[in-house]
């Protein structure tokens, strides 16, 4: 009796020691991530000022934006109804038993994959038209009520995942609070730069000209544009009220991936029967990421290839476990639709090789008559993913020669005006300068910790984004619940595709956006893990508990510094114009209003480091892609004088030139100079552009920052 009550005690000892420490280790993280968020978490008492600054509510903007909330849920509805049609014909044999909230979003998710794929069809035909937008969104919706007319009850939450305690209210509030404050946001116009060079401003630009045909000098609208294809279609739903509910529409109408990644994290942890708590933990982690919110927010679209992804590796899981063939169509489905939404797909699909490979080794034990079947299936399935999004791929081979245009050009040749073999490598060389240019072993040793802690938005070396340190407090819990405990297949699965994905992040470009696709994953990774821990030492799973949800308390610090900096609420609400949002937020606008309003309707604009925004500009224009004065500095060598360098523009056609020139005078940053000449040259070439930019006699308006100049 006495060893008992030693051991007892020992044991005892041992789990307040395991508290201490993660308490300490998770502590020490927290703080050290909040000390590096001065600029954003750190000025919240003087953000939250920018958020009542004049009238709150207006009719016109919020009828645009309560139009553009009913564009999207019609939209929504569209998707499952489709959804719910193509999974009837699937229909694993595990699939009723499973979560009911991940089966409404799983059918949401293959909903949106098929109209994607309608629409690029569409594209080809001509047939970006109002009433073909009209006509499917009624042959959706048509679709949706005759699935839910087939239930006997519309999907609802189990009785057992009712929320009751005081810690489950808490986090479920915090976890909607980014929902909420990113749907405020995309209801504002547009200003994240991908999104005004071309998730909003090809879609504009393809309705105007009714198909998917390339846009000049637009070198993204040979991309896969799976997810603006959504865009397309709530833009035109939308612009029969107005143009701002047009852009309500279609903000919103991507900004749904948000709350259905969110579905699908805590339907996935419902479904392993992981308890409520520890559900909502890791939607909790994953709803606070700071660049998650920013990306529902701004109409980018990693969140949709997020959700993609998110449940290709959950069907790949099931598959693992039942290897039933309908899991892996599901999974083709998904890496379908994430391959039409972004390129990088690819090592996803290498990924999923490896498990399939693996999952092959295991069935040699257990059961060799079905190897070949097994490998045969895996690897078909794979190809009717890519199948599935060749359409894309396919179109850009025909248009430029290449299917991975614009990438990777000195190993697949493709050819398009604006694009060449030089760009493609400088592009490549950019890429690789996100997490620092000279990266050496202790840098990738310490990725976790850098992309966790000294991560910030807008720095191509400090990863452009924020992710928090929840994933990385949780990373121990979940090796240490591989390593000890018998976790469910799916999990095993799931980590071993974020470990490969990661790696292949680790390798490339490594921007937080492209890291995002592992993070839901990983949360319910980590969560199981936690239950496991928690069944043997439940005072350390509670704090576990306490911890990770404080950590998403730091994160969501930042999101609502994030928030207050644009403050979106009063035009979403009507209460500020949407020129007076644009010009707060955008330190170039007033010079398109003065294009757009005292300049006549056909003349040409040459922009030059505008961050080729289009999308405001009701002018033809010319701007290089991406590298934006790739022309003005050919052209400057090419002059002697800065009458020759005007000469040559009026020749080109160009009315008005309007350019950002701050660091294009400024010798240490300026993108003119040529390392390969002398500094006498170079200052010589530097002072024809400033005078051809700065040219009193033909300025139109000036600043420090940028000029506007008549050409003529």
Request: proline content about 4%.
């Amino acid at each position: 009796m006495a060893r008992s009550r030693e051991k007892h005690a020992a044991a005892k000892n041992d789990s307040g020691l395991a508290v201490v420490v993660f308490a300490a280790w998770a502590l020490l993280l927290t703080i050290a991530f909040l000390a590096y968020r001065g600029a954003d978490a750190g000025q919240l008492p003087q953000l939250f000022g920018n958020l009542g600054r004049g009238p709150v509510f207006g009719w016109p903007g919020f009828r645009d934006s309560a139009i553009g909330i009913v564009v999207a849920a019609l939209i929504f509805l569209a998707w499952y109804g489709l959804g719910s049609l193509i999974s009837s014909f699937i229909n694993p044999a595990a699939d009723e038993k499973s979560s009911r909230l991940l089966r409404v979003t799983r059918r949401a998710a293959v909903g949106a994959a098929g109209w994607s794929l309608v629409w690029f069809f569409l594209g080809l035909s001509g047939l970006y038209k109002t009433g073909v937008a009209i006509a499917l969104l009624l042959l959706g919706l048509t679709l949706a009520g005759w699935q839910i007319a087939r239930l006997r009850t519309i999907e609802r939450w189990d009785r057992e995942s009712t929320v009751s305690g005081a810690f489950e209210k808490a986090v479920i509030a915090f976890s909607l609070t980014p929902v909420v404050l990113a749907l405020i946001a995309a209801l504002a116009p547009p200003t994240a730069k991908d999104t005004l060079l071309y998730h909003f401003a090809l879609p504009k630009a393809f309705i105007a000209q009714s198909g998917n045909a390339p846009v000049d000098g637009n070198i993204a609208s040979y991309l896969a544009l799976g997810t603006e294809m959504h865009t397309i279609w709530a833009m035109l739903l939308g612009g029969v009220v107005s143009p701002g509910a047009r852009e309500a529409g279609a903000g919103v109408t991507v900004y749904l991936f948000f709350p259905l990644l969110l579905a699908a994290t805590y339907g996935w942890t419902r479904e392993l029967r992981l308890e409520k708590r520890w559900g909502l933990v890791a939607m909790l982690i994953v709803a606070t990421i700071p660049t998650a919110y920013h990306v529902a927010s701004s109409a980018y679209i990693d969140l949709a290839l997020t959700l993609f992804i998110t449940l290709a590796i959950y069907a790949l899981g099931q598959w693992w476990k039942t290897l039933d063939t309908g899991w892996l169509i599901y999974a083709a489905i998904f890496l379908g639709a994430a391959l039409s939404t972004k390129l990088t797909t690819i090592f996803v699909f290498a990924a999923f090789a490896l498990v399939i490979l693996l999952r092959v080794r295991q069935a040699k034990e257990d059961a060799p008559d079905r190897t070949a079947n097994i490998f045969a299936a895996g690897f078909i399935v794979l190809l009717f993913g890519a199948l599935l999004a060749s359409p894309w791929y396919l179109q850009t081979w025909k248009q430029t020669g290449s299917p991975i245009f614009p990438f990777y050009m000195s190993l697949w040749k493709g050819e398009a005006v604006g694009w060449d073999v030089e760009r493609s490598a400088l592009l490549q060389k950019m890429n690789s300068h996100y997490g620092g240019h000279d990266k050496n072993i202790l840098d990738y040793a310490l990725s976790p910790f850098r992309i966790s802690v000294l991560a910030q938005p807008e720095q191509a070396p400090l990863f452009d984004g924020v992710i928090g340190v929840a994933f990385l407090m949780g990373l121990p819990v979940l090796i240490w619940g591989l390593w000890k405990f018998e976790l469910p297949a799916e999990i095993k699965v799931g980590a071993g595709v974020v470990a490969v994905m990661f790696l292949f992040w680790l390798f490339s470009s490594q921007q937080i956006r492209y890291l995002l696709p592992v993070l839901p994953a990983l949360a319910v990774g980590i969560c199981a893990a936690g239950q496991a821990v928690s069944r043997k030492k439940k005072t350390l799973g509670t704090a576990l508990q306490f911890s990770l949800a404080a950590s998403a308390m730091a994160a969501l610090l930042t999101v609502a510094a994030w928030f207050s900096q644009k403050a979106p609420a009063r035009v979403a609400l009507g209460g500020e114009s949407r020129v007076s949002y644009l010009a707060r937020n955008l330190d170039y606008y007033s010079y398109y209003q003065v294009l757009n309003t005292e300049t006549p309707a056909d003349s040409r604009v040459w922009m030059i480091n505008m961050r080729r925004d289009t999308y405001n500009l009701d002018r033809p224009y010319f701007s290089d892609y991406l590298f934006e004065d790739w022309t003005l500095r050919k052209m400057v060598w090419e002059a002697r004088s800065a009458a020759e360098l005007k000469a040559k523009a009026k020749e080109l056609g160009f009315n008005y030139v309007l350019a950002r020139h701050d660091f294009l005078f400024d010798y240490d940053r300026s993108t003119l100079v040529d390392d390969k000449k002398s500094r006498k040259e170079n200052e010589e070439k530097i002072k024809i552009a400033k005078e051809f930019l700065l040219d009193e006699a033909s300025s139109v308006r000036a600043d420090g920052k940028f000029s506007l100049v008549k050409v003529f």
